[in-house]
């Protein structure tokens, strides 16, 4: 029951940005876009959110669009440690809903 | 230096049999959570404690009971395992203080379970 569409996979080339996508078209006002990730068989790894303006931090970048129904998360030189399963996930309160997520590969 | 750890790593046991896995925290977070990853990698919430209080309990078997002595920790007991609770179960903190809810949540390593 997650609210969020994301592509099944991504390839990235090693040094190059990765742009993820994520269609959230459901979104209601209150609900914030969160970013995770999951390293193999690691714990899923907090990246970033935001409601409604663009979002920068030292991982990524996550730039949300004017009607809010869609999202990009940017990695802005991919490493061969960057590849991972990234899930995007909207919230209002404190149960997130994962999704399948996008599994991204990073190429060298 | 382990902000969420979490024991056993692995867990093998045979159907029927009761186990738990211990979770602690020491971030000083106020509300730890439990997940389970099935084996088509699905991450479902399972339940969430704020200040050793239930405040999320999703449509798990009430085989699944857990505990929060305190609020660095939170135990998942599993009484008459079935072959279908294989998975890893992942748990996680957060602070929440006076507000709805927490920016991030940080997670454990993982424990996987198999019921053989």
């Known amino acids: 029951d997650a609210k969020t569409t994301q592509p099944p996979s991504m390839d990235c080339a090693e040094g190059r940005a990765a742009n993820l996508p994520c269609n959230h078209s459901?979104?209601?006002?209150?609900?914030?876009v969160y970013w995770y990730r999951q390293i193999h068989s690691q714990g899923p790894q907090y990246i970033i959110h935001?409601?409604?303006n663009n979002e920068t931090n030292e991982m990524a970048s996550l730039i949300i669009t004017e009607d809010r129904k869609s999202s990009t998360l940017i990695l802005p030189h991919a490493t061969l440690r960057d590849t991972a399963v990234y899930y995007c996930?909207?919230?209002?309160?404190?149960?997130?809903?994962f999704g399948a997520g996008t599994r991204l590969t990073v190429k060298p | 230096d382990t902000a969420v750890s979490q024991t056993p790593k692995y867990l093998v046991t045979q159907m029927g049999n009761d186990k738990s896995i211990k979770c602690e925290q020491n971030l000083g977070h106020d509300t730890m959570y439990w997940y389970k990853q099935d084996s088509k990698k699905f991450l479902k919430i399972m339940f969430s404690?704020?200040?050793?209080?239930?405040?999320i309990n999703e449509t798990v078997p009430n085989r699944f009971s857990p505990k929060s002595p305190d609020k660095a920790h939170l135990n998942l007991h599993i009484n008459s395992l079935e072959l279908g609770d294989s998975a890893v179960y992942f748990c996680?903190?957060?602070?929440?203080?006076?507000?709805?809810?927490?920016?991030?949540?940080?997670f454990g390593p993982g424990t996987r379970l198999t019921v053989l």
């Open positions: 404690y704020n200040n050793k209080e239930l405040i």
């Open positions: 996680a903190s957060s602070y929440i203080g006076g507000r709805h809810y927490s920016n991030e949540q940080f």
């Open positions: 996930i909207v919230r209002a309160l404190n149960d997130m809903r």
């Open positions: 935001g409601l409604k």
């Open positions: 459901t979104i209601s006002g209150n609900e914030y």
